[in-house]
């Protein structure tokens, strides 16, 4: 009973320090406020439930009689590399003064990029078709120097303006379900070697360019296959998309020089992810 109300109290000291560190620390404001206090408090609940069940299933508990599980469930541990993909897109003049509000900068062009990330899930044993995991990635495409156009044109005629070369590094931080299926069942992997699976859920997404930062909320699906060189160690590919919804980027310059403003776009992202994966039964053994 000491031990569960020890644990009470430290899941309830790391919650409270989570959400008041951004208070005192002055980590921003308003919005920003909000989301560092969301983040340290689901921050703080994950970091309390990671250390509930490593003391859970520690040696000294599970001698008392815990009983490791025999499902044909597992945990797994990835580490990916791969390529990042942004579409063209259309930026909105959202808060500009006129005559650019309200008008239209047609086909921003981003170059492809290079992807890297981990995850660390679960699929369960009573139901081992299903999962779940947790994973954050990084991205970095470099958008270069372009003349873009401006729809409609304006009233002096203008119809076009340079966008100076910039870059976006993202962020992606991403809770997945998980559906997966096996073929190539043997004694050794009998769930199947080769594993395809789909996934979707909702994630944070922070966008880094060279004048702000945006955070935003996504969406991710996910499709991949998965082949078990052994019963611990996979190798996978995966395609990855996932999408931001009006994205608010500040302090935009026009051909680099005043007006400046802030632009509002869609983020649609593709992914393409070659990893390793490292599974196992239980945190203190296979």
């Known amino acids: 009973m000491r031990q569960k109300m020890a644990m009470l109290v430290t899941c309830a000291c790391l919650g409270v320090f989570g959400t008041s560190l951004p208070i005192y620390a002055g980590l921003g404001s308003g919005v920003d406020r909000r989301f560092n206090m969301a983040m340290f408090a689901v921050g703080s609940m994950g970091f309390s439930a990671l250390a509930y069940y490593m003391y859970h299933n520690s040696p000294a508990q599970r001698s008392k009689g ?7 469930g597992e ?9 990042s993909y942004l579409p063209s897109t259309d930026w909105s003049f959202f808060q500009f003064p006129p005559p650019y509000r ?12 290079v992807l890297a990330g981990v995850k660390f899930g679960r699929y369960f044993d009573g139901l081992p078709f299903f999962g779940m995991e947790l994973e954050t990635n990084f991205s970095r495409n470099a958008i270069r120097g372009q003349q873009v156009a401006i729809s409609p044109p304006l009233p002096n005629g ?28 043997d004694k050794e992997v009998p769930f199947g070697r080769l594993q395809p699976y789909i996934g979707i859920g909702p994630g ?11 955070k935003n909320f996504a969406i991710e699906t996910l499709a991949g296959i998965r082949y078990m060189c ?17 994205v608010e980027y500040e302090q935009v310059l026009i051909d680099k020089r ?29």
């Not at 944070?204 to 945006?214: L, N, P, V």
């Not at 403003?261 to 053994?285: E, I, Q, W």
Request: charged share 15%; net charge positive.
């Open 75 to 83: 945990w797994f541990l990835a580490a990916y590399s791969g390529l």
């Open 66 to 72: 815990y009983e490791e599980s025999l499902g044909l």
């Open 158 to 185: 203008k119809s076009s303006f340079f966008y100076g070369a910039d870059w976006f590094m993202i962020w992606n931080m991403q809770f997945n379900l998980l559906a997966r299926y096996g073929f190539l069942k």
């Open 230 to 246: 052994t019963k611990n160690i996979g190798i996978f590919c995966e395609y990855k998309f996932s999408y931001q919804f009006k």
């Open 102 to 113: 309200g008008r239209t900068a047609k086909d921003i062009v981003y170059q492809p990029g």
């Open 258 to 286: 005043p007006p400046q403003g802030t632009m509002s776009f869609d983020v649609p992202h593709y992914r393409f992810a070659l990893g390793v994966s490292y599974h196992f039964k239980n945190l203190f053994g296979n």
């Open 204 to 214: 944070f997404e922070i966008i880094y360019g060279k004048t702000d930062s945006a």
